[in-house]
């Protein structure tokens, strides 16, 4: 057995009726859904780390049995004296699903994939002229400090002329930058950094202390209603009516987060300020749209169907090209 990425203890909330809360109904894009069992639904072998190598997955399965008692009082909608549990449960459901680690490593990879054309572009060999002429001029002075600043001038600047050609730097740069790029496991080194912020969500971080000042309750509906995704939390930020990753709104822009608990009942942290109201259907499609690869639910009815087909449409952290636009700025 794998790793839970999506706890069982939220994931048992959505088994489907006579499975006595060990099966859910499994909904991915390109297959027909099923009933499966919870302990095979969002887990993946070692993806907390090896046991005799790490004690991540022994943490994280403490912090399930430490959030048990919280999550089972929200799901009947009392909430009030589990606060601060319920602050760290949503900080880590956040941070520590598959969809947060293939969401950065595939951003990385596009720009890394970028790098080589946008270091090499005049805006940023321009920089680099400039910083190695300051670079050039201050070892100067400290080599010969006789020298006249003029002198030290025209001699860093004979040096760019003859040794930094714009056409010759352009290919430096650009063949340099390819070969350290594919000298990377960008899959490797966005499992240590994932699993370094996980290590974090056992503190009360930033985030956290964010939550704590949000009032929270629970959306509780007689049928059920609610979907669980793989991107786990969704967010509601402010001027904007369109629900996003929790991981792309700023503090500032943060106005609500939504986790399905149960297939009955969404739990939601609203800032002070705000007033909103989720819809069901807009939830739902947020969940299964900003999922990569699946979503549970207890019933199997056309509503869930037609959800099926929203899997990994809006999953990307950001579109290939905002993330270049960023490499080129």
């Known amino acids: 057995m794998g790793d839970h990425y999506l706890p069982q203890v939220l994931l048992k909330g959505f088994a489907a009726s006579g499975s006595n809360g060990m099966k859910a109904y499994l ?35 403490q912090l ?15 909430c009030g004296n589990y606060v601060p549990e319920l602050c760290r449960f949503v ?22 994939s970028a790098a080589p054309d946008a270091l090499s572009t005049d805006k940023h060999l321009k920089k680099i002229r400039n910083q190695a002429r300051k670079t050039a001029m201050r ?33 430096f740069i650009k063949t340099g930058v390819q070969q350290v790029v594919s000298q990377l496991d960008v899959p490797e080194m966005t499992m ?15 985030r956290v202390e964010l939550l704590k000042s949000f009032s929270w309750a629970v959306d509780l509906r007689a049928e059920p209603t609610w979907i669980l995704g793989d991107v786990g939390c969704i967010a509601k930020l402010f001027n904007s009516e369109t629900l996003c990753n929790v991981l792309m709104a700023g503090k500032e ?27 069901a259907k807009r939830v739902n499609q947020a969940s299964a ?18 959800l099926k087909h929203l899997i990994g449409l809006r999953s990307r952290l950001m579109s290939d090209d905002e993330l270049k636009r960023i490499m080129q700025s």
């Open 91 to 112: 900080a880590n459901i956040s941070a520590r699903t598959r969809n947060v680690r293939e969401g950065f490593s595939g951003a990385v990879e596009v720009m890394l």
């Open 27 to 61: 909904f991915r894009s390109e297959a027909e859904p099923k009933l499966v069992s919870i302990k095979k639904v969002a887990q993946e072998h070692s993806f907390h780390g090896r046991r005799d190598q790490s004690d991540l997955e022994l943490k994280m399965s």
């Open 192 to 206: 240590k950094a994932h699993k370094q912020a996980l290590s974090n969500t056992f503190k009360d971080t930033e």
């Open 64 to 78: 399930e049995s430490h959030y048990a008692a919280a999550i089972r009082a929200a799901r009947q909608g009392e």
């Open 289 to 306: 749209g900003l999922s990569q690869d699946f979503f549970v639910a207890s019933v199997l009815t056309d509503g869930e169907r037609a």
């Open 253 to 279: 822009e943060l106005e609500a987060v939504c986790l399905p608990i149960s297939d009955k009942a969404l739990l939601i942290g609203r800032s002070p300020q705000s007033r909103y109201q989720p819809d």
């Open 139 to 171: 070892n100067l002075r400290e080599k010969f400090p006789a020298l006249s600043p003029r002198l030290i001038r025209l001699k860093v600047d004979l040096l760019l002329k003859d040794e930094m050609g714009k056409k010759d730097m352009s290919k």
